[in-house]
């Protein structure tokens, strides 16, 4: 039985919910300043980008996705079940403006999550600057842990402004490393809490009932709109943690520079998975 911890009540920012802060993006079209990273080749196991340009996979009439190949990165892989490795998944997002649903890469699938202001109708692989990116942690001890530790801390954002995840939807600042958020503040002036990458971070349930964690981006997210996911494997190894993640960002899109691409994505949740690994232990 996971729990959610008490908390301190939410934080009423003050801004309208479709308010942009002043003075601070996501980055110029040439980088993210404060990121230094290598370049995405340098990255084992790094994928981003749209479903059809990614090694091992194809699309089909229909839209859906097929792997064609084993992917070390892959649950199914790790779990050595060839027919889930070799079946159409279809790879979509969809929203009726109230709620949204979606089939991840990977094939995990949620439905009837609550949908922010603005989220599409339809986030897939045919849609301008779409793009999808998995993580797979290490190995833990025990996926029990490892999951209270997703709902402890949802998101790799600055620890006083994060919360557990709930039913009905946390609020929580997204913005990694803390460094980063601490010069969005000096570059805005604006007191800390201030909402720089702010995401609402559910406790949820996928089709299969097992929990999941989703943040999802609100309005003035410099990435918005898309969502995280993060969930347990259980692999021959031990359980580990896949995180996945599917947007509209530009900052993301596969036209983006590939150690941004590598930045938000790997070089974001690979720090956080590590420190959820080490808490559990």
């Not at 990121?35 to 990614?54: I, K, L, M, T």
Request: proline share 12%.
């Amino acid at each position: 039985m996971f729990r959610v911890r008490p908390e301190a009540p939410p934080i009423d920012f003050g801004l309208d919910e479709a308010a942009q802060v002043p003075g601070f993006s996501v980055g110029s079209a040439d980088g993210v300043p404060g990121f230094r990273v290598g370049q995405a080749d340098e990255v084992p196991g790094f994928r981003v980008g749209q479903a059809n340009e990614v090694p091992g996979f194809r699309t089909n009439a229909d839209g859906s996705v097929r792997r064609l190949s084993p992917d070390a990165s892959s649950a199914a892989y790790l779990m050595r079940d060839p027919n889930a490795m070799q079946q159409a998944i279809p790879v979509s997002c969809t929203s009726d403006g109230s709620t949204f649903g979606c089939t991840t890469p990977l094939g995990k699938s949620f439905s009837n999550l609550p949908a922010p202001a603005k989220f599409p109708a339809r986030i897939a692989s045919d849609v301008p600057n779409y793009h999808e990116y998995g993580v797979l942690s290490p190995p833990g001890t025990s996926g029990e842990n490892l999951m209270q530790g997703i709902i402890d801390k949802p998101t790799p954002g600055p620890p006083f402004l994060n919360r557990p995840a709930t039913p009905e939807g946390t609020v929580n600042e997204a913005t990694a490393p803390s460094a980063l958020y601490d010069l969005f503040l000096s570059g805005t002036r604006m007191p800390y809490g201030a909402p720089a990458n702010p995401v609402k971070s559910y406790l949820w349930r996928d089709h299969e009932d097992k929990p999941i964690v989703v943040n999802v981006t609100e309005p003035g997210h410099g990435l918005a709109p898309g969502y995280v996911i993060h969930y347990i494997v259980e692999t021959p190894e031990g359980p580990r943690i896949q995180t996945e993640g599917e947007g509209l960002s530009r900052w993301q899109a596969p036209g983006s520079p590939a150690w941004v691409q590598e930045r938000l994505s790997g070089g974001t949740w690979r720090p956080y998975q590590q420190s959820i690994l080490d808490r559990s232990k």
